[in-house]
């Protein structure tokens, strides 16, 4: 018995040594990081890219990965608005991101988020249900602002902004879902839209699958653009 004792007791204390001076690279496996879980929508970031994002933070193990410094580095993706990043005992981290939400297409490379700003376009996201917006940059604040009060107003399925533009020549131009698109100048946006929106419920209803384009920039009367019945 005191022999066997005598054995444990050896190897007991050979373990606590190597744990003490065993190299930091072994240290570092032992206490690697095992588990990531990652929450969010992940329609304009995939978890892929956020684990190898978070990769070189990992590598540091339990208790010496920089908490802070992977939620960093997680913000400065612009489509992440918000991270947090906390440890699971015993070998894991748990990760939550918040995305943001695109408005608008705008161009072939650019969507419009909520906040204002334009961000690159995911080569993975799909934006065939967005909205597309469209005009110089510098004005894309006041083309936001004009597309939700639109939005807000145009509520029928075939009503609704399929694409919206501004440029100074001939001011904003509106295409609907339906396909119809309208000409409605520089100023008195809504007022123009209100004309419209009146004419279709009324001496355009029946005839609203003809039209090409209705031209609002006129005082008190609209001109009609009709379809080619021949082709």
């Given at each position: 018995?005191?022999?066997?004792?005598?054995?444990?007791?050896?190897?007991?204390?050979?373990?606590?040594?190597?744990?003490?001076?065993?190299?930091?690279?072994?240290?570092?496996?032992?206490?690697?990081?095992?588990?990531v879980?990652?929450r969010?929508?992940?329609?304009?970031?995939?978890?892929?890219?956020?684990?190898?994002?978070?990769?070189?933070?990992?590598?540091?193990?339990?208790?010496?990965?920089?908490?802070?410094a992977?939620?960093?580095?997680?913000?400065?993706?612009?489509?992440?608005i918000?991270?947090?990043v906390?440890?699971?005992?015993?070998?894991?981290?748990?990760v939550d991101?918040?995305?943001?939400?695109?408005?608008?297409?705008?161009?072939?490379?650019?969507?419009?988020?909520?906040?204002?700003?334009?961000?690159?376009?995911?080569?993975?996201?799909?934006v065939?249900?967005?909205p597309e917006?469209a005009?110089?940059?510098?004005?894309?604040?006041?083309?936001?602002?004009?597309y939700?009060?639109?939005?807000?107003?145009?509520?029928?399925?075939d009503?609704?902004?399929k694409r919206?533009?501004?440029?100074?020549?001939?001011?904003?131009h509106?295409?609907?879902?339906?396909g119809?698109?309208?000409k409605?100048?520089?100023?008195?946006?809504?007022?123009?839209?209100?004309?419209?929106?009146?004419?279709?419920?009324?001496?355009?209803?029946?005839?609203?699958?003809k039209?090409?384009?209705?031209?609002?920039?006129y005082?008190?009367a609209?001109?009609?653009?009709?379809?080619?019945?021949?082709?």
């Open positions: 018995m005191l022999a066997i004792f005598a054995s444990f007791s050896a190897l007991l204390y050979g373990g606590v040594w190597l744990w003490r001076w065993a190299p930091s690279v072994e240290l570092s496996n032992v206490d690697a990081l095992e588990q879980q990652v969010g929508a992940f329609n304009a970031v995939s978890e892929e890219e956020l684990r190898d994002t978070l990769l070189p933070h990992l590598r540091a193990g339990f208790f010496s990965a920089d908490i802070q992977m939620r960093q580095t997680l913000l400065a993706n612009p489509w992440i918000s991270a947090s906390s440890r699971r005992w015993p070998k894991g981290v748990e991101i918040t995305e943001a939400q695109p408005l608008a297409s705008w161009g072939e490379d650019k969507l419009l988020v909520a906040s204002g700003d334009l961000l690159p376009r995911p080569a993975h996201m799909s065939q249900a967005l917006l005009g110089d940059e510098e004005l894309v604040e006041r083309i936001m602002l004009q939700r009060a639109l939005a807000g107003l145009l509520t029928t399925r009503m609704e902004v919206l533009s501004f440029d100074d020549l001939s001011g904003w509106l295409e609907l879902v339906s119809i698109e309208l409605l100048g520089h100023d008195a946006l809504l007022e123009r839209v209100h004309r419209f929106l009146f004419l279709s419920r009324g001496v355009l209803a029946p005839h609203l699958q039209v090409v384009s209705v031209d609002t920039r005082s008190n609209v001109a009609v653009e009709w379809k080619d019945e021949e082709k």
